[in-house]
Protein backbone atom coordinates (compact mmCIF):
# COMPACT_ATOMS: atom_id res chain seq x y z
CA UNK A 1 0.00 0.00 0.00
CA UNK A 2 2.93 2.08 0.49
CA UNK A 3 3.01 5.23 -2.15
CA UNK A 4 1.91 3.40 -5.43
CA UNK A 5 2.27 5.66 -8.49
CA UNK A 6 -0.42 8.33 -8.94
CA UNK A 7 -2.06 6.78 -11.71
CA UNK A 8 -2.23 3.32 -10.12
CA UNK A 9 -4.02 5.11 -7.29
CA UNK A 10 -6.62 7.09 -9.86
CA UNK A 11 -7.19 3.48 -11.52
CA UNK A 12 -8.52 2.42 -8.57
CA UNK A 13 -10.70 5.46 -7.14
CA UNK A 14 -12.13 6.48 -10.43
CA UNK A 15 -15.67 4.75 -9.82
CA UNK A 16 -15.94 6.97 -7.24
CA UNK A 17 -14.17 10.30 -8.06
CA UNK A 18 -14.46 12.75 -10.97
CA UNK A 19 -11.55 14.24 -12.80
CA UNK A 20 -11.99 17.25 -11.94
CA UNK A 21 -11.75 15.77 -7.69
CA UNK A 22 -8.82 13.67 -9.02
CA UNK A 23 -7.31 17.12 -10.07
CA UNK A 24 -8.13 18.44 -6.72
CA UNK A 25 -6.90 15.65 -4.71
CA UNK A 26 -3.60 15.28 -6.60
CA UNK A 27 -1.86 17.80 -5.58
CA UNK A 28 -2.95 17.51 -1.75
CA UNK A 29 -1.62 13.21 -2.22
CA UNK A 30 2.03 14.30 -3.15
CA UNK A 31 2.42 17.17 -0.60
CA UNK A 32 1.26 14.37 2.38
CA UNK A 33 3.60 12.30 1.30
CA UNK A 34 6.59 14.63 1.18
CA UNK A 35 5.61 15.67 4.21
CA UNK A 36 5.36 12.07 5.58
CA UNK A 37 8.52 11.20 4.52
CA UNK A 38 10.01 14.74 6.41
CA UNK A 39 8.30 13.79 9.54
CA UNK A 40 9.34 10.11 9.44
CA UNK A 41 5.38 9.37 9.64
CA UNK A 42 3.28 6.68 8.54
CA UNK A 43 -0.85 6.84 8.34
CA UNK A 44 -2.89 4.13 9.47
CA UNK A 45 -6.11 4.07 8.36
CA UNK A 46 -9.59 2.52 8.99
CA UNK A 47 -11.55 0.29 6.25
CA UNK A 48 -14.14 3.47 6.24
CA UNK A 49 -11.77 6.21 5.26
CA UNK A 50 -12.84 7.73 1.91
CA UNK A 51 -11.08 6.03 -1.39
CA UNK A 52 -8.16 9.08 -1.96
CA UNK A 53 -6.89 8.45 1.90
CA UNK A 54 -7.53 4.71 1.93
CA UNK A 55 -5.75 4.42 -1.65
CA UNK A 56 -3.53 7.67 -1.66
CA UNK A 57 -1.78 8.27 1.15
CA UNK A 58 -2.54 5.71 3.81
CA UNK A 59 0.47 3.39 4.36
CA UNK A 60 -1.68 0.85 6.70
CA UNK A 61 -5.18 -0.25 6.87
CA UNK A 62 -7.58 -2.71 8.76
CA UNK A 63 -10.22 -2.58 11.27
CA UNK A 64 -9.64 -1.74 15.04
CA UNK A 65 -7.77 -4.70 15.61
CA UNK A 66 -5.52 -4.77 12.96
CA UNK A 67 -4.63 -0.98 13.39
CA UNK A 68 -4.23 -2.08 17.57
CA UNK A 69 -1.59 -5.00 16.23
CA UNK A 70 -0.04 -2.96 13.23
CA UNK A 71 0.52 0.20 16.02
CA UNK A 72 2.03 -2.21 18.31
CA UNK A 73 4.62 -2.59 15.72
CA UNK A 74 5.39 0.69 13.90
CA UNK A 75 9.00 2.22 14.01
CA UNK A 76 8.34 5.41 12.55
CA UNK A 77 8.48 8.81 14.72
CA UNK A 78 4.98 9.82 14.00
CA UNK A 79 1.62 8.41 13.64
CA UNK A 80 -0.95 9.71 11.59
CA UNK A 81 -4.36 7.85 12.71
CA UNK A 82 -6.91 8.35 10.05
CA UNK A 83 -10.10 7.11 11.34
CA UNK A 84 -11.96 8.43 14.52
CA UNK A 85 -10.38 9.19 18.25
CA UNK A 86 -10.99 5.73 20.07
CA UNK A 87 -8.37 4.38 17.46
CA UNK A 88 -5.69 7.23 17.94
CA UNK A 89 -5.52 6.78 21.91
CA UNK A 90 -5.28 3.10 21.22
CA UNK A 91 -2.27 4.13 19.11
CA UNK A 92 -1.05 5.89 21.47
CA UNK A 93 -1.81 3.83 24.44
CA UNK A 94 0.50 1.16 22.37
CA UNK A 95 3.06 4.09 21.63
CA UNK A 96 3.52 6.48 24.53
CA UNK A 97 6.85 7.75 23.52
CA UNK A 98 5.80 8.57 19.57
CA UNK A 99 3.75 11.08 18.49
CA UNK A 100 0.40 10.06 17.41
CA UNK A 101 -1.64 12.97 15.46
CA UNK A 102 -5.29 12.87 14.38
CA UNK A 103 -6.41 14.93 11.84
CA UNK A 104 -9.61 16.42 13.52
CA UNK A 105 -9.90 15.77 17.65
CA UNK A 106 -13.87 15.44 16.95
CA UNK A 107 -13.95 12.50 14.98
CA UNK A 108 -15.72 11.02 17.61
CA UNK A 109 -17.95 7.44 18.07
CA UNK A 110 -21.47 7.30 19.28
CA UNK A 111 -20.42 4.11 21.53
CA UNK A 112 -17.68 5.99 22.84
CA UNK A 113 -19.93 8.86 24.06
CA UNK A 114 -22.55 6.42 25.45
CA UNK A 115 -20.57 5.28 28.56
CA UNK A 116 -18.20 7.10 31.37
CA UNK A 117 -15.62 5.18 33.36
CA UNK A 118 -18.23 6.24 36.51
CA UNK A 119 -20.88 4.12 34.79
CA UNK A 120 -17.94 0.84 34.80
CA UNK A 121 -17.72 1.35 38.13
CA UNK A 122 -21.46 1.19 39.24
CA UNK A 123 -21.61 -1.96 37.06
CA UNK A 124 -19.15 -3.34 39.32
CA UNK A 125 -20.95 -2.39 42.24
CA UNK A 126 -23.80 -4.10 40.38
CA UNK A 127 -22.52 -7.11 39.52
CA UNK A 128 -19.54 -7.81 41.67
CA UNK A 129 -16.93 -10.50 40.62
CA UNK A 130 -18.30 -10.07 37.22
CA UNK A 131 -14.91 -9.85 34.19
CA UNK A 132 -15.89 -6.50 32.34
CA UNK A 133 -14.72 -6.51 28.72
CA UNK A 134 -15.23 -3.28 27.30
CA UNK A 135 -15.47 -2.72 22.91
CA UNK A 136 -12.27 -1.30 21.80
CA UNK A 137 -14.59 1.68 20.91
CA UNK A 138 -14.27 4.06 24.16
CA UNK A 139 -12.47 6.15 25.57
CA UNK A 140 -8.86 5.07 27.41
CA UNK A 141 -10.62 6.32 30.76
CA UNK A 142 -13.40 3.44 30.23
CA UNK A 143 -10.63 0.95 29.35
CA UNK A 144 -8.66 1.95 32.52
CA UNK A 145 -12.09 1.11 34.80
CA UNK A 146 -12.22 -2.48 32.23
CA UNK A 147 -10.30 -5.68 32.62
CA UNK A 148 -9.95 -6.80 29.07
CA UNK A 149 -10.66 -4.63 25.79
CA UNK A 150 -12.20 -6.63 22.61
CA UNK A 151 -12.56 -5.41 19.18
CA UNK A 152 -15.76 -6.80 16.69
CA UNK A 153 -13.48 -9.26 15.24
CA UNK A 154 -12.46 -11.33 18.38
CA UNK A 155 -15.47 -10.67 21.02
CA UNK A 156 -15.97 -13.95 21.34
CA UNK A 157 -12.87 -15.36 21.52
CA UNK A 158 -11.82 -12.74 24.53
CA UNK A 159 -15.61 -13.55 26.31
CA UNK A 160 -14.51 -17.22 26.56
CA UNK A 161 -11.07 -16.66 27.41
CA UNK A 162 -11.75 -15.23 30.29
CA UNK A 163 -13.72 -18.57 31.76
CA UNK A 164 -16.65 -17.03 33.78
CA UNK A 165 -20.30 -17.93 33.47
CA UNK A 166 -21.01 -14.22 33.34
CA UNK A 167 -19.63 -11.04 31.84
CA UNK A 168 -20.41 -7.41 31.28
CA UNK A 169 -19.84 -6.73 27.61
CA UNK A 170 -20.10 -3.04 27.20
CA UNK A 171 -21.18 -0.52 26.10
CA UNK A 172 -22.87 -2.21 22.49
CA UNK A 173 -25.49 -3.85 23.09
CA UNK A 174 -25.54 -5.21 19.63
CA UNK A 175 -22.29 -6.94 19.75
CA UNK A 176 -23.69 -8.08 23.31
CA UNK A 177 -26.47 -10.26 21.39
CA UNK A 178 -23.82 -11.24 19.12
CA UNK A 179 -21.22 -12.76 21.40
CA UNK A 180 -24.54 -14.21 23.63
CA UNK A 181 -25.96 -15.68 20.15
CA UNK A 182 -22.57 -18.00 19.64
CA UNK A 183 -22.11 -18.78 23.15
CA UNK A 184 -22.83 -20.67 26.28
CA UNK A 185 -21.49 -17.50 28.53
CA UNK A 186 -24.33 -15.40 30.11
CA UNK A 187 -23.24 -11.77 28.77
CA UNK A 188 -24.40 -8.78 30.37
CA UNK A 189 -24.48 -5.24 28.52
CA UNK A 190 -25.32 -1.54 28.71
CA UNK A 191 -27.26 0.31 25.92
CA UNK A 192 -25.06 1.71 23.59
CA UNK A 193 -25.70 1.68 20.09
CA UNK A 194 -23.73 3.12 16.86
CA UNK A 195 -25.36 5.52 15.02
CA UNK A 196 -25.01 4.41 11.95
CA UNK A 197 -25.51 0.94 12.10
CA UNK A 198 -28.61 1.11 14.07
CA UNK A 199 -30.13 2.62 10.69
CA UNK A 200 -29.94 -1.12 9.30
CA UNK A 201 -33.55 -2.77 9.11
CA UNK A 202 -34.23 -6.39 8.74
CA UNK A 203 -36.97 -5.42 6.40
CA UNK A 204 -34.42 -3.44 4.01
CA UNK A 205 -32.81 -6.81 3.78
CA UNK A 206 -35.99 -8.33 2.82
CA UNK A 207 -36.21 -5.65 0.22
CA UNK A 208 -32.85 -6.68 -1.60
CA UNK A 209 -33.33 -10.12 -1.40
CA UNK A 210 -36.34 -9.46 -3.51
CA UNK A 211 -35.31 -7.49 -6.00
CA UNK A 212 -31.89 -9.12 -6.31
CA UNK A 213 -32.35 -13.45 -5.39
CA UNK A 214 -28.45 -14.29 -5.72
CA UNK A 215 -27.73 -11.18 -3.22
CA UNK A 216 -25.18 -12.01 -0.67
CA UNK A 217 -25.69 -9.90 2.74
CA UNK A 218 -22.88 -9.58 4.94
CA UNK A 219 -23.36 -7.24 7.91
CA UNK A 220 -21.22 -5.89 10.88
CA UNK A 221 -21.84 -6.90 14.49
CA UNK A 222 -23.11 -3.62 15.66
CA UNK A 223 -26.52 -3.94 13.88
CA UNK A 224 -29.72 -5.16 15.23
CA UNK A 225 -29.86 -8.54 16.55
CA UNK A 226 -32.50 -9.02 13.44
CA UNK A 227 -30.64 -7.60 11.15
CA UNK A 228 -27.85 -10.03 11.92
CA UNK A 229 -29.93 -12.97 11.58
CA UNK A 230 -31.03 -11.96 8.52
CA UNK A 231 -27.23 -11.99 6.92
CA UNK A 232 -25.61 -14.51 5.61
CA UNK A 233 -22.54 -14.07 7.41
CA UNK A 234 -21.53 -11.57 10.72
CA UNK A 235 -17.99 -9.80 10.93
CA UNK A 236 -15.87 -6.75 11.91
CA UNK A 237 -14.81 -4.46 8.78
CA UNK A 238 -11.89 -6.79 7.63
CA UNK A 239 -13.74 -10.00 8.10
CA UNK A 240 -16.32 -8.79 5.53
CA UNK A 241 -13.92 -7.59 3.31
CA UNK A 242 -12.13 -10.93 3.35
CA UNK A 243 -15.22 -13.20 2.68
CA UNK A 244 -16.15 -11.14 -0.43
CA UNK A 245 -12.48 -12.18 -1.28
CA UNK A 246 -13.16 -15.99 -0.38
CA UNK A 247 -16.49 -15.83 -1.79
CA UNK A 248 -15.99 -13.50 -4.56
CA UNK A 249 -19.63 -13.06 -5.11
CA UNK A 250 -21.49 -11.81 -8.43
CA UNK A 251 -23.34 -9.88 -5.65
CA UNK A 252 -23.35 -8.45 -2.29
CA UNK A 253 -24.69 -5.93 0.38
CA UNK A 254 -22.39 -5.25 3.09
CA UNK A 255 -24.13 -3.92 5.41
CA UNK A 256 -21.78 -1.39 7.43
CA UNK A 257 -20.42 2.09 6.60
CA UNK A 258 -20.98 2.17 3.27
CA UNK A 259 -17.56 4.16 1.78
CA UNK A 260 -16.37 0.79 2.58
CA UNK A 261 -17.64 -0.80 -0.58
CA UNK A 262 -16.62 2.03 -2.67
CA UNK A 263 -13.00 0.72 -1.45
CA UNK A 264 -13.70 -3.09 -1.64
CA UNK A 265 -14.96 -2.66 -5.07
CA UNK A 266 -11.87 -1.22 -6.70
CA UNK A 267 -10.32 -4.81 -5.24
CA UNK A 268 -12.91 -6.77 -6.64
CA UNK A 269 -14.31 -5.15 -10.25
CA UNK A 270 -16.36 -7.97 -11.09
CA UNK A 271 -18.76 -8.03 -7.59
CA UNK A 272 -21.26 -5.73 -8.03
CA UNK A 273 -22.12 -3.88 -4.66
CA UNK A 274 -25.82 -2.36 -3.98
CA UNK A 275 -26.78 -1.90 -0.94
CA UNK A 276 -28.64 1.18 1.63
CA UNK A 277 -26.09 3.72 2.48
CA UNK A 278 -25.35 4.85 5.85
CA UNK A 279 -22.54 7.21 6.69
CA UNK A 280 -20.36 7.58 9.31
CA UNK A 281 -20.64 11.64 10.18
CA UNK A 282 -17.46 11.00 12.50
CA UNK A 283 -15.28 9.09 9.74
CA UNK A 284 -16.18 11.73 7.33
CA UNK A 285 -14.49 14.31 9.27
CA UNK A 286 -10.88 12.89 7.83
CA UNK A 287 -9.41 15.36 4.67
CA UNK A 288 -7.09 15.08 2.65
CA UNK A 289 -6.65 18.81 4.01
CA UNK A 290 -6.58 18.38 7.56
CA UNK A 291 -4.13 15.30 7.06
CA UNK A 292 -2.07 17.96 5.32
CA UNK A 293 -2.28 20.14 7.61
CA UNK A 294 -1.36 17.93 10.86
CA UNK A 295 1.31 16.70 9.22
CA UNK A 296 2.75 19.96 8.19
CA UNK A 297 2.37 21.66 11.84
CA UNK A 298 2.21 18.98 14.00
CA UNK A 299 -1.51 19.67 15.27
CA UNK A 300 -3.91 17.23 16.57
CA UNK A 301 -1.65 15.20 19.04
CA UNK A 302 -3.22 12.64 21.33
CA UNK A 303 -2.44 12.98 24.70
CA UNK A 304 -3.18 10.50 27.40
CA UNK A 305 -3.56 11.51 31.40
CA UNK A 306 -0.64 9.68 33.04
CA UNK A 307 -3.54 8.60 36.14
CA UNK A 308 -4.98 6.67 33.41
CA UNK A 309 -3.16 5.26 30.51
CA UNK A 310 -0.89 2.50 32.30
CA UNK A 311 -4.23 0.95 33.33
CA UNK A 312 -5.70 1.16 29.99
CA UNK A 313 -2.89 0.16 27.84
CA UNK A 314 -3.06 -3.11 30.29
CA UNK A 315 -6.41 -3.75 28.78
CA UNK A 316 -5.78 -3.63 25.57
CA UNK A 317 -2.59 -6.03 25.70
CA UNK A 318 -4.32 -8.08 27.37
CA UNK A 319 -6.36 -8.10 24.27
CA UNK A 320 -3.61 -8.00 21.77
CA UNK A 321 -1.99 -10.99 24.18
CA UNK A 322 -5.30 -13.77 24.09
CA UNK A 323 -5.96 -12.50 20.44
P1 LIG B 1 -14.18 -2.79 13.04
O1 LIG B 1 -13.27 -3.09 14.16
O2 LIG B 1 -15.01 -3.95 12.59
O3 LIG B 1 -13.43 -2.15 11.90
O4 LIG B 1 -15.26 -1.75 13.54
C1 LIG B 1 -14.96 -0.45 13.92
C2 LIG B 1 -16.11 0.40 13.87
O5 LIG B 1 -16.09 1.51 14.34
C3 LIG B 1 -17.30 -0.13 13.23
O6 LIG B 1 -18.27 0.81 13.20
FE1 LIG C 1 -18.45 4.72 15.96
FE2 LIG C 1 -20.39 3.71 14.46
FE3 LIG C 1 -18.76 5.52 13.41
FE4 LIG C 1 -17.90 3.04 13.94
S1 LIG C 1 -19.43 3.63 12.46
S2 LIG C 1 -16.85 4.96 14.42
S3 LIG C 1 -19.04 2.56 15.81
S4 LIG C 1 -20.20 5.84 15.12
Known sequence: MKNQPLREIFDKVRHVVTEPEWALARPLIEEIRQLKAERDALILAHNYQHPLIFFGVADLSGDSLGLARQASQVDAQTIVMCGVHF?????????????????????????????TAEDVEALRERYPGVPVVTYVNTSAAVKAASDICCTSSNAIEIVEALA??????????????????????????????CVVHEEFRASEIDALRVDHPDICVIAHPECHAEVQASADMVGSTSQLIDWVGNHRPDKVAMITECTMSDNVASHFPKTEFIQPCSLCPYMRRITLEKIRDCLRDGSGEVEIDEAIADQARLSVTRMLEVS
Not at 89 to 103: G, H, M, S, Y
Not at 168 to 177: K, S, V
Request: hydrophobic share 40%; net charge negative; glycine share 6%.
Open 87 to 115: MAETAKLLNPDRQVLIPDDQAGCSLADAI
Open 164 to 193: SDQVLLIPDRHLADYVSNHSEVEILTWEGG
